[in-house]
């Protein structure tokens, strides 16, 4: 089946969202009979609500959580600056092997806009990777701090705002909606 016309899209913001909208893209596209990976660049830690529905698609949408947790987070933080470079790095590799290998027809890369901003990935390997995409492959980046190039270069990008949120109130993240 395949897509005849990939594109790029960059999901961004400051707003709750990103990875959601990422995975609805993921569940129309497995719906459409595509092949879906995604990459998660910063999570890996937790357990989470998307790693239980992916595993009931496979082999149609995989997830693969190749972080090693928050980085950069104070007292929160879960894993070192040192360590999620080199997770991230490899999460790239992955990503990009995934990418060429004509075994998928979308692959998300999410939170790899936080990777970026952190400066865990440079940001000539994204440039590069999306100048490499294959033409039938879409390409999707999540996270907060989308670098400029990137959002040039990409064919979609969607910012996601905050107006109000529930953390504000001391309302901490919830299993099942939150991640």
């Known amino acids: 089946m395949g897509l005849n016309r990939g594109l790029v899209q960059v999901y961004t913001g400051d707003g709750k969202g990103k990875t959601t909208a990422s995975i609805g893209l993921a569940i129309r596209a497995v719906g459409a009979g595509f092949r879906v990976l995604m990459v998660q660049?910063?999570?890996?830690?937790?357990?989470?609500?998307?790693?239980?529905?992916a595993a009931l698609l496979v082999p149609k949408f995989r997830i693969v959580p190749a972080g090693k947790g928050f980085v950069h987070l104070g007292s929160r933080s879960e894993s070192s600056p040192s360590d999620s470079a080199e997770a991230a790095m490899d999460a790239l590799a992955f990503a990009w092997e995934c990418m060429e290998s004509g075994e998928y027809d979308v692959v998300i890369l999410d939170e790899v806009n936080c990777?970026?901003?952190?400066g865990l990935i440079p940001v000539n390997e994204i440039v590069r990777m999306i100048e490499m995409k294959p033409k039938d492959v879409e390409l999707v980046l999540t996270g907060r701090g989308a670098d400029p190039k990137v959002m040039e270069m990409a064919d979609l990008v969607t910012e996601m705002r905050e107006v109000k949120h529930p953390f504000r109130n001391g309302?901490?993240?919830?299993?099942?909606i939150e991640f």
């Open 41 to 53: 660049f910063i999570k890996g830690v937790r357990k989470t609500g998307e790693l239980e529905t």
């Open 115 to 118: 990777a970026l901003s952190l």
């Open 171 to 176: 309302i901490v993240a919830r299993r099942g």
